[in-house]
Nanobody
């Protein structure tokens, strides 16, 4: 019953900004972390940023200093503020929610939102 939904993607010029949102809903027991991944054709999905329930932040080296991940725990929502966007940031961005049920981890993925950065 758990669902993950992303929004906020779009087309932007290099140097511009976008803000992605992701909300988890349904049967959520205990969220361990929420994060953003991205994927381009021909490449594996890669982690962009992640935040744990304890507030620990992780960023890919390629986005450090440009992207900021934040969360609203009460709403089971995570955001990704993307500034100084580059054409190489173009990808489908996916939200992942990691939760724990009875000590067992479960991952839930959103459908993805397209981010396109023009030069």
């Amino acid at each position: 019953q758990a669902q993950v939904a992303e929004s906020g993607g779009g087309l932007v010029q290099a140097g511009g900004s976008l803000r992605l949102s992701c909300a988890a809903s349904g049967s959520i027991f205990s969220i361990v972390s929420m994060g953003w991944y991205r994927q381009v054709p021909g490449k594996q999905r890669e982690v962009v940023a992640d935040i744990t329930s304890g507030g620990t932040l992780n960023y890919a080296d390629s986005v450090k200093g440009r992207f900021t991940i934040s969360r609203d725990a009460g709403k089971n929502t995570v955001y990704l503020q993307m500034n100084s966007l580059k054409p190489e940031d173009t990808a489908v961005y996916y939200c992942k929610v990691a939760e724990e049920r009875w000590g067992i981890p479960y991952d839930y993925w959103g459908q993805g939102t397209q981010v396109t950065v023009s030069s």
